[in-house]
C-alpha cells in the first residue's frame, strides 16, 4: 500500500504541480486583460471585456467533472491519450484558469487607483504599469489567489483520477472505494488533507513575506 | 511656462453631462507659483489633470514650454510627461517598495542606470529632509513624510514644472505649514514653475505668487496675489480676509478698507480721524503676511450718509486704499 501511495501522491503532485504552472501564467494574463480593457482602465475596451467576461464565466459555471468529458477531443489533439497524468493537465488547467483569473482581476482592482495615476503621470508605458505597478503592488493578493486556486487544484485533481488521470483520487477510488479497503480511503485523505495544510501553509507564508516588507 | 488655452470638458454618464471645464485659460509664467482656488465640484482637479493629459480635455489646448501636449503621439505624451512633476493629495506611493525605491521610481520608467538612481534618490532625500527614512515603508511614515516622499518623486526627473493636486489637504495645519515651506523653498532654490489647485485660502495666502478663481468650470478672477487683493470687489480679499455680513447703524456709512504693502505703514484711521475731525470706528478684520507683504482688511464705521462721507472717501482713496462701501443707513 504505501508504494501505491507514494506513487499516486507524485502523481497527485505533478498534475497539479504542471496545472497550477500553466495555470498561474493563463489566469494572470487574463486578469490583467480584465483589469486592462475594463472602462476606466489603461486600454479600455467595451467589446474585449465583455467578450473575456462571459469565457471566464463560463469556465466558471461548468462543473469540473463535464468540463473534463467535453475537453476530452482538446485533451487527444494535445497530448495523444486521454488517460493518465499529462492527459489530467489539460482539463485541469482550462478549469482553473477563469478560477484564478478572477482571483487575480480583484486583486490587480485593488491596487490603489491613485498609483497607477502616478505612474501614467510619471510617463510610464502601459507595460511598465502592468509589471512595475499593478503586479507588483499587488503580489501579496495574487498569492493568496494563487494559494486558493492550488488546494482547488487538489480537488479537481482527485476527481481527474476517477476518470484515469492517476493519483491520490484514483487510488481511493480503485482501492478504497471499489475494493472495499478502508485503509487505503483513509490514507489517501490524510495525505490530501497534510497536503492542502502544507499549500495553506506556504502560501501564508509567502503573502505574510510579500506584505511585511 | 504653462499656457493653457480655452480648454473644456464634459464628463457624461449615465445621459447626464456634467460640464467640468467650461473654456478655461490660464498662463503660469516661469519660476511662478500658481494657486487655482475653488469649491469643492469647481473642476480644479480636471484642469490640473488635463496639464499632464492625464484627463484629454475635449478643446483647447496645453502648452508646456512650447509644443501643444493635446496634439502629441502618446510616446511623445509619455515623453513629455517626464518633464512635468506631480504630487497628489493622497500620495500615490507604491507600498511594495521602500522610500527610496519609491524616490528612483521615476528614473527607472525612464531607464536611467540603478547605480545613478540610488545616488539622485539619496540627494533627494536630503533636500527634503528624510535621509534617515530612506528604507522605511511608505506605511511607517507620517502624512507629512509621505507628501515629502511624493514631493521627492516628483522631483526625480528633474522637471522644470511641478504640478500639485491638494497635496496639503491630507495633512494638519502645521505639517501643511512645513511642506508648503517645502515647496516655496524649490520654487526658489530650483527655479521650479508650481501649478496647485487647492480648496484651503491659506495656501494661495502663503505660497502663491498669483492665483485663479474657479467656480462651475470657469476662472472668475486670475492674477497677481496682491493685485487681486488691491482691486475693488475681489472675491479673493473676501476669501483671504473674511468680513462679517455688514449691520448698520442709522446715520453711519460702513467701509471695507483694504491695504496692501507700504499702505499698511500709513496710519490711515488716525489720519482721518484727525484730518476731518470724526470719529471712526474699526468693527473688524484683520492683516497678515502675504507671502512677504503686509496685508489688511478692515471694516471701518464713519458717521454720516456715503455723501457726506465723500471727501474722507476720497481722501482714503487717494491714499492708494481699495475701498467698498459695505452699507449705509437709509434715512
Ligand atoms: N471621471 C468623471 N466622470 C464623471 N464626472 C466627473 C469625473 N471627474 C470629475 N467629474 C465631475 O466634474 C466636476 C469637476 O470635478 P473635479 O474633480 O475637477 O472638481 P474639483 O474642483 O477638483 O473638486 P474637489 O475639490 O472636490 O476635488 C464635478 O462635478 C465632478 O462630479
Ligand atoms: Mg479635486
Redesign the pocket.
Known amino acids: 500500500m504505501r508504494d501505491h501511495l507514494t506513487v499516486a501522491l507524485q502523481e497527485t503532485l505533478q498534475m497539479v504541480w504542471v496545472s497550477a504552472v500553466l495555470t498561474a501564467l493563463g489566469g494572470l494574463a487574463l486578469g490583467v486583460l480584465l483589469v486592462l480593457t475594463d472602462r ?1 482602465g489603461l486600454a479600455p475596451s467595451a467589446p474585449v471585456n465583455r467578450v473575456l467576461g462571459l469565457v471566464v464565466n463560463i469556465g466558471r459555471s461548468l462543473p469540473f467533472i463535464i468540463l473534463m468529458i467535453a475537453v476530452i477531443p482538446l485533451t487527444r489533439a494535445l497530448v495523444g491519450t486521454t488517460i493518465g497524468t499529462a492527459a489530467a493537465i489539460v482539463p485541469l488547467t482550462i478549469g482553473a484558469i477563469p478560477f484564478y483569473a478572477r482571483l487575480a482581476e480583484t486583486a490587480l482592482r485593488e491596487v490603489d487607483p491613485g498609483v497607477v495615476a502616478a505612474a501614467r503621470a510619471m510617463g510610464a508605458s502601459r507595460r511598465q504599469i502592468v509589471g512595475k505597478v499593478l503586479l507588483r503592488e499587488a503580489r501579496p493578493g495574487l498569492v493568496a489567489g494563487m494559494t486558493v486556486t492550488v488546494i482547488t487544484l487538489v480537488g479537481y485533481s482527485a476527481m481527474a483520477g476517477a476518470i484515469g488521470g492517476g493519483g491520490l483520487g484514483d487510488l481511493a477510488i480503485r482501492y478504497g472505494y471499489l475494493r472495499f479497503e478502508t485503509g487505503t480511503m483513509i490514507a489517501c485523505v490524510a495525505v490530501l488533507i497534510v497536503l492542502v495544510q502544507v499549500i495553506q501553509m506556504l502560501g501564508d507564508l509567502v503573502v505574510r513575506r510579500l506584505s511585511h516588507k | 511656462m504653462i499656457e493653457l488655452h480655452d480648454l473644456t470638458k464634459v ?3 449615465r445621459g447626464r453631462a ?1 460640464t ?1 471645464l467650461d473654456g478655461v485659460s490660464l498662463t503660469v509664467a516661469e519660476g511662478e507659483i500658481h494657486g487655482v482656488i ?12 488635463s496639464v499632464n493629459v492625464l ?1 484629454r480635455p475635449d478643446g483647447g489646448s496645453v502648452r508646456i514650454d512650447g509644443a501643444d501636449l493635446l496634439t502629441l503621439s502618446r510616446d511623445a505624451l509619455r515623453a513629455a510627461r517626464r518633464r512635468i512633476g506631480m504630487i497628489h493629495q493622497h500620495f500615490g506611493l507604491l507600498g511594495s517598495r521602500d522610500v527610496t525605491g519609491n524616490v528612483a521610481f521615476p528614473l527607472e520608467v525612464i531607464g536611467v542606470p540603478r547605480r545613478d538612481r540610488l545616488r539622485r534618490a539619496a540627494e533627494l532625500l536630503e533636500l527634503v529632509g528624510l535621509s534617515e527614512h530612506a528604507h522605511a515603508r511608505p506605511a511607517q511614515l507620517s502624512g507629512g513624510q509621505k507628501q515629502r516622499v511624493g514631493i521627492a518623486r516628483a522631483l526625480a526627473a528633474e522637471p522644470k514644472v511641478l504640478l500639485s ?2 497635496a496639503t489637504s491630507a495633512l494638519d495645519p502645521e505639517t501643511t505649514d512645513s511642506v508648503l515651506d517645502l515647496l516655496r523653498r524649490l520654487n526658489r532654490e530650483l527655479g521650479l514653475t508650481i501649478l496647485l ?1 487647492t ?1 484651503e485660502m491659506n495656501v494661495v495666502k502663503r505660497i502663491c505668487d498669483s492665483t485663479s478663481l ?1 467656480r462651475d ?1 470657469r476662472i472668475t478672477e486670475s492674477g497677481k496675489v496682491l493685485d487681486l487683493l488691491a482691486a475693488p470687489g475681489s472675491e479673493l480679499a473676501r476669501g483671504l480676509f473674511p468680513l462679517p455680513p455688514p449691520t448698520v447703524r442709522p446715520g453711519t456709512t460702513l467701509l471695507d478698507v483694504t491695504f496692501v504693502g507700504a499702505d499698511a505703514a500709513t496710519p490711515f484711521i488716525s489720519s482721518l480721524a484727525r484730518t476731518y475731525s470724526i470719529d471712526v470706528n474699526v468693527l473688524g478684520g484683520s492683516i497678515e503676511e502675504v507671502g512677504d507683504t503686509r496685508v489688511g482688511r478692515l471694516r471701518i464705521e464713519l458717521p454720516g450718509t456715503p455723501e457726506l462721507n465723500a471727501p474722507q472717501i476720497a481722501h482714503l482713496r487717494e491714499s492708494g486704499l481699495t475701498l467698498e462701501i459695505a452699507a449705509c443707513a437709509t434715512t
Open positions: 476606466g | 464628463y457624461r454618464a456634467v467640468a475653488g469649491r469643492s465640484g469647481a473642476g480644479k482637479s480636471t484642469l490640473l489633470r484627463e493636486d491638494e489647485i480648496h474657479m468650470g
